[in-house]
């Protein structure tokens, strides 16, 4: 069984600074400063761009570990892709779990944060399809929405 859900959430910044966030290890370091979503991330090999292979600490939202490849990469695009290759959806009977973040941009000064999960899961795991929503890259928007915001605001004040 396979399947495509799909989040998206505007950002009143530019595109480009969502993408600076988004386009290589930027986000993996917000995510274990913020703390309420990732507690911890180790880069095993890579420095954010294609290849980068990644063990993820998820806690309190979902498995506890949990290993990602990024397997593209678009600058131009703004688009980044990971799939999960170890423990996690894996372990559940998904014999694919992508993950796609897309910044899109809206106009100079606001953009779309869009993410995209595919996956196929085996016959026989088919009742595990409900672990694949759009809960964790929906909290992932916000924390990144957030910061975001706040920088922008930072810098508008200095």
Known sequence: MSGQLSHELEVN???????ELYGRLGL????????SIVEKIEVIEGDGGIGNFLSIELGSHGFTVHKEKFTKLDNEKRMKELEVIEGGYIDLGFTLFRVRFKIIEKDNDSCIIKSTIEYDVKEKAVA????????LVAKIAE????????NKANENAA
Do not use: H
């Open 143 to 150: 924390v990144t929405k957030n910061y975001l915001i706040k």
């Open 128 to 135: 595990n399809t409900s672990y694949a929503n759009t809960d």
């Open 13 to 19: 910044v530019p595109a480009s600074e969502a993408w």
């Open 28 to 35: 993996a370091k917000l995510l274990v400063e913020d703390g």
